[in-house]
Nanobody, 124 residues
Framework: QVQLVESGGGLVQTGGSLRLSCAAS????????MGWFRQAPGKEREFVAA????????AYADSVKGRFTISRDNAKNTVYLQMNSLKPEDTAVYYC?????????????????WGQGTQVTVSS
């Protein structure tokens, strides 16, 4: 069982930056691949970024590539999402998720555990 708690969301102006954190419980965090997803009002949840269990491989949605960076610190049981050059269309609730896997996982269905989400609002 893994419990995930996101933090770091907030209100930021266009072009600004935020860093989201996702703290995981449990001793086996390093055996889980992690992902970030987001859901904007009236839209389906979508993939944002993912990282392998070791942190050696990452993947990004085209819409955030070059602006967002996912990373993890297995010693701290935490995964991060650094978001730069934010745009109003990045406004959404951001969720972190965990799946017992070695490789990067970019689709939603395999993920077993989800956080409660953190709101990110980018004003124009």
């Amino acid at each position: 069982q893994v419990q995930l708690v996101e933090s770091g969301g907030g209100l930021v102006q266009t072009g600004g930056s935020l860093r989201l954190s996702c703290a995981a419980s449990g001793r086996t965090f390093s055996t889980y691949a992690m992902g970030w997803f987001r859901q904007a009002p009236g839209k389906e949840r979508e993939f944002v970024a993912a990282i392998s269990w070791s942190g050696g491989n990452t993947a990004y949605a085209d819409s955030v590539k070059g602006r967002f960076t996912i990373s993890r610190d297995n010693a701290k049981n935490t995964v991060y999402l650094q978001m730069n050059s934010l745009k109003p269309e990045d406004t959404a609730v951001y969720y972190c998720a965990a799946v017992r896997a070695i490789a990067v996982v970019t689709t939603e269905r395999p993920y077993e555990y989800w956080g409660q989400g953190t709101q990110v609002t980018v004003s124009s």
